[in-house]
Nanobody, 124 residues
């Protein structure tokens, strides 16, 4: 069992930056691929970014590519999502998720563990 706790959300003006953190309760978090998803009010949850467990390969949704960076610090059992050049349409609750798989996941049904989410609001 893995418990995930997100932090770092908040209110920021358009063009600003935030760094989200996803801390895992379990050691050997490096054995898990991790993804970030987001859900805006009234919309379905959508994929944002993912990082693989082994070589740290990354993948981004087109909507965030070039603005968001996912990274991991396995010594701290933490995955980060650096969000730059934020836009009002990035406003959502952001969730991290983990999966004990070797490939780079992108669909929500590939993940076994989910955090409770952290809210990001980008004002125009």
């Amino acid at each position: 069992q893995v418990q995930l706790v997100e932090s770092g959300g908040g209110l920021v003006q358009a063009g600003g930056s935030l760094r989200l953190s996803c801390a895992a309760s379990r050691r050997a978090f490096s054995n898990y691929a991790v993804g970030w998803f987001r859900q805006a009010s009234g919309k379905e949850r959508e994929f944002a970014a993912a990082i693989s467990r082994s070589f740290g390969s990354t993948y981004y949704a087109d909507s965030v590519k070039g603005r968001f960076t996912i990274s991991r610090d396995n010594a701290k059992n933490t995955v980060y999502l650096q969000m730059d050049s934020l836009k009002p349409e990035d406003t959502a609750v952001y969730y991290c998720a983990a999966a004990a798989i070797t490939w780079l996941p992108r669909r929500s049904n590939e993940f076994d563990y989910w955090g409770q989410g952290t809210r990001v609001t980008v004002s125009s």
